[in-house]
């Protein structure tokens, strides 16, 4: 079971971090991606991370001013948004893919596992 957590409402400009935490298996062994979508609008591939933290990859709209990370050791994935938009309002998922074949992804048909989604609002 994936959890997010660090949505919340944002002026422009302004910057969050989304969590994401496991229970029940290790983010270490999965590459991990987060995903948004937006009311009227279909999922968007937003950020991913390889296993071992070594790759990553971003959607162009979110490249300069979103960082995906791991903390290993507290088994947790970060996405730091900064210089947040109205158009990133949505729900941000995390989501986690197990076939190692994948090395990173975009792609929402690639992961197995996901979370419940937040809520990121931005906004004046």
């Known amino acids: 079971q994936l959890e997010e957590s660090g949505g919340g409402l944002v002026q422009p400009g302004g910057s969050l971090r989304l969590s994401c935490v496991a229970s029940g298996f290790t983010l270490n062994d999965y590459l991990i991606g987060w995903f948004r979508q937006a009311p009227g609008k279909g999922p968007e591939g937003v950020s991913s991370?390889?296993?071992?933290?070594?790759?990553?990859n971003y959607d162009d709209s979110v490249k300069g001013r979103f960082t995906i990370s791991r903390d290993k050791t507290k088994n947790l994935v970060f996405l730091q948004m900064n210089s947040l938009q109205p158009d990133d309002t949505a729900v941000y998922y995390c989501?986690?893919?197990?076939?190692?074949?994948?090395?990173?992804?975009?792609?929402?048909?690639?992961?197995?596992?996901w979370g419940q989604g937040t809520q990121v609002t931005v906004s004046s």
């Open positions: 991370i390889s296993r071992g933290g070594d790759m990553t």
């Open positions: 989501a986690a893919a197990k076939d190692d074949r994948i090395y990173i992804s975009l792609d929402s048909n690639d992961y197995d596992h």
